[in-house]
């Protein structure tokens, strides 16, 4: 079975502090994407990463950034985190046949 | 831009009816389609996926592919409370897409007793 395991279920961060979302898959995936999801508006694509040390930006990647340094785990930065940056945040991973895999999701309350 | 359209429901069905989820899409260039499941607060949890045109069948599950009429459907046999949940169609569009899909809405199902 695919593990897609995220840090973090709940997190509460001040606005201003720099917040690091950590996600890691076993499947030896070569995609990985961070989404977020709020009511009403569905799930949306902040980045993703088709290899190490590469990503590219998705349809929301304003205030955010990511890393890629192995290729098991992909990292969602919030540089200066904002109460709009309140949200469920989730990774997914996907393999050859583009099945995506999510983790649980890190519910993300930013005061 | 690829358009993945579901009526948002509510569904609301009896125990043991069929459900129907419907999904259309405007990428003719589709190839991939997905169904999610996603009980509240929880993340989307993968539960049929469909390449070509037809049914697939997995336990109380079909999926149904149309790439002419461009849509997709899911059946939920025996409908159970339990399956009472949003339903995500997404599809995936080829090409050099890195495997990223498109999601639907949802559609939020309730199975009563």
């Known amino acids: 079975d695919v593990k897609v395991t995220q840090s973090s279920r709940y997190l509460v961060k001040r606005t201003g502090e720099k917040v690091f979302l950590e996600c890691v898959q076993d499947m030896d995936h070569e995609n990985m994407f961070w989404y977020r999801q709020d009511p009403g508006l569905g799930l949306r694509l902040i980045y993703f990463s088709y290899d190490v040390k590469m990503k590219e930006k998705g349809d929301i990647p304003e205030g955010y950034s990511v890393s890629r340094e192995k290729k098991e785990r992909f990292s969602l930065i919030l540089e200066s985190a904002s109460t709009n940056q309140t949200s469920m945040y989730l990774c997914?991973?996907?393999?050859?046949?583009?099945?995506?895999?999510f983790g649980p999701g890190t519910r993300l309350t930013v005061t | 831009q690829k358009e993945v359209e579901q009526n948002s429901g509510p569904l609301s069905v009896p125990e043991g009816a069929i459900a129907s989820l419907n999904c259309t899409y405007s990428?003719?260039?589709?190839?991939?389609f997905f169904w999610y499941r996603q009980y509240s607060g929880k993340s989307p949890e993968l539960i049929m996926s469909i390449y070509s045109n037809g049914d697939k069948e997995d336990g109380r599950f079909t999926a149904q592919l149309n790439k002419a009429s461009q849509y997709v459907s899911l059946l939920i046999r025996d409908s159970q409370p339990s399956d009472s949940a949003t339903y995500l169609c997404?599809?995936?569009?080829?090409?050099?897409?890195?495997?990223?899909?498109?999601f639907g809405q949802g559609t939020i199902l309730t199975v009563h007793p």
């Open positions: 997404a599809l995936e569009g080829g090409g050099t897409s890195y495997g990223k899909l498109t």
């Open positions: 997914a991973s996907t393999g050859f046949s583009y099945e995506q895999y």
């Open positions: 990428d003719r260039g589709s190839q991939s």
